[in-house]
């Protein structure tokens, strides 16, 4: 028999009172681990939550992961690719909005002519980004999927600026026969489950800010899953996480496997990332937006539930439908200005300050890196 508090007083748990605290349902139960979650960030982040701006460059993929609406053999999405011109325009907003850092986001491409074109951006972004603000240019988070060792390193050059640079590359679960069922898409850019786990070593060995995460709520996946997939976030002694509920999507290859009952999942996600918190202490958090689909408050409890990351979309409007990995995205219309304001007092009401022109480092990483 476990007891809530005696648990939340500990610094490591047991695989079993992890099963335990993600399995948490009853309110009460919910609210002391919310607490206890909260405290801790403060304790091991501080009390600012970090925008990251997030700019969707490309909704082109060669890939076919089952669960997402811009796979590759998905024929119903518009395919488009922002100019260089529009990419560096909204870092350049980012910037001088006060956003510290941002993030391009894409599908996977492993053409030379994608390389290149990722590359000239992040050369210009960081020319016209540095300032007295700025004195390093705006923080740069990646998002495009596996690539090579090489790439990885032609991108972290042309940024100009490691202390600042990081790469997300979910591994969506540890459990093998789970990441199997989820890509076992056709097509010659198939998904190996230790192929990710290399590309996070080999983005460590770039010096980036290494960052990764999982779907919480797979159909077939278990509490015990989770507990691995928190047990591999620290083997791979990650500094960033951004996970989310698994939301099914129309456009995706999966539709007959359903999805988990809203608050069910909603309420797990939230312990996924409370439990998170307790475990691996000073590392970034993102309240993703897929929060937001499952309760109109979803990144605010987010925050209070351990995170210390949002990222507002600033692709331009007229993108953003094609840009669906799961249904009912909420922000499709979201003007970047007037969200940002809002956005901020939201996060204010959960006793949060917005960290403004801070790239926001996660601090196990600046702690590393001494
Ligand atoms: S999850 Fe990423 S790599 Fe997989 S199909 Fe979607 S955009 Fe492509």
């Given at each position: 028999?476990?007891?809530?508090?005696?648990?939340?007083?500990?610094?490591?748990?047991?695989?079993?009172?992890?099963?335990?605290?993600?399995?948490?349902?009853?309110?009460?139960?919910?609210?002391?681990?919310?607490?206890?979650?909260?405290?801790?960030?403060?304790?091991?982040?501080?009390?600012?939550?970090?925008?990251?701006?997030?700019?969707?460059c490309s909704n082109i993929c060669t890939a076919n992961c089952r669960?997402c609406g811009i796979r590759k053999d998905n024929h119903?999405v518009?395919r488009y690719l922002?100019?260089?011109?529009?990419?560096?325009?909204?870092?350049?907003?980012?910037?001088?909005?006060?956003?510290?850092?941002?993030?391009?986001q894409a599908g996977e491409r492993h053409d030379e002519k994608f390389i290149?074109f990722i590359?000239?951006?992040?050369?210009?972004?960081?020319?016209?980004?540095?300032?007295?603000?700025?004195?390093?240019?705006?923080?740069?988070?990646?998002s495009l999927g596996e690539q090579p060792?090489?790439v990885?390193?032609?991108?972290?050059?042309?940024?100009?600026?490691?202390?600042?640079?990081?790469?997300?590359a979910?591994?969506?679960?540890?459990?093998?026969?789970?990441?199997?069922?989820?890509h076992s898409g056709k097509g010659n850019n198939e998904k190996v489950?230790?192929n990710r786990?290399?590309c996070?070593?080999?983005?460590?060995?770039?010096?980036?800010?290494?960052?990764?995460?999982?779907?919480?709520?797979?159909?077939?996946?278990?509490?015990?899953?989770?507990?691995?997939?928190?047990?591999?976030?620290?083997?791979?002694?990650?500094?960033?996480?951004?996970?989310?509920?698994?939301?099914?999507?129309?456009?995706?290859d999966?539709?007959?496997?359903?999805?988990?009952?809203?608050?069910?999942?909603?309420?797990?996600?939230?312990?996924?990332?409370?439990?998170?918190?307790?475990?691996?202490?000073?590392?970034?958090?993102?309240?993703?937006?897929?929060?937001?689909?499952?309760?109109?408050?979803?990144?605010?409890?987010?925050?209070?539930?351990?995170?210390?990351?949002?990222?507002?979309?600033?692709?331009?409007?007229?993108?953003?439908?094609?840009?669906?990995l799961?249904?009912?995205?909420?922000?499709?219309?979201?003007?970047?200005?007037?969200?940002?304001?809002?956005?901020?007092?939201?996060?204010?009401?959960?006793?949060?300050?917005?960290?403004?022109?801070?790239?926001?480092?996660?601090?196990?990483?600046?702690?590393?890196?001494?």
């Open positions: 028999m476990f007891n809530l508090s005696d648990i939340l007083k500990k610094q490591t748990f047991t695989d079993e009172e992890i099963v335990y605290l993600l399995g948490l349902t009853d309110p009460q139960d919910c609210q002391k681990l919310k607490e206890e979650a909260y405290r801790r960030t403060t304790e091991n982040t501080g009390n600012k939550v970090y925008y990251r701006g997030l700019i969707e669960y119903n518009k922002m100019d260089k011109e529009d990419i560096v325009g909204q870092a350049l907003w980012a910037a001088d909005n006060g956003y510290g850092s941002i993030c391009l290149s590359e000239e951006c992040l050369i210009e972004i960081h020319e016209k980004t540095v300032s007295e603000k700025l004195p390093d240019g705006l923080g740069i988070t990646l060792i090489e990885y390193e032609r991108w972290a050059k042309a940024s100009g600026n490691r202390r600042n640079l990081r790469y997300l979910r591994f969506e679960t540890s459990n093998r026969e789970l990441f199997d069922m989820l489950l230790d786990f290399r996070l070593q080999n983005l460590r060995e770039c010096g980036y800010q290494v960052g990764t995460g999982v779907m919480i709520g797979i159909p077939g996946q278990t509490l015990e899953d989770l507990c691995a997939d928190i047990r591999m976030f620290q083997k791979l002694d990650v500094d960033m996480i951004g996970m989310g509920p698994y939301l099914m999507s129309e456009e995706a999966l539709v007959s496997l359903g999805q988990m009952e809203n608050d069910k999942l909603f309420q797990l996600s939230l312990n996924m990332i409370a439990v998170c918190r307790l475990v691996l202490g000073n590392i970034n958090i993102a309240a993703a937006t897929a929060l937001q689909v499952l309760h109109p408050e979803g990144r605010e409890l987010g925050i209070e539930y351990g995170c210390n990351v949002i990222m507002p979309n600033l692709s331009p409007t007229k993108f953003r439908k094609g840009y669906q799961y249904d009912f995205k909420p922000g499709l219309k979201d003007d970047p200005f007037t969200f940002g304001v809002r956005l901020e007092s939201r996060i204010n009401s959960r006793g949060r300050e917005v960290g403004w022109n801070d790239s926001g480092s996660s601090k196990k990483w600046l702690m590393r890196s001494i």
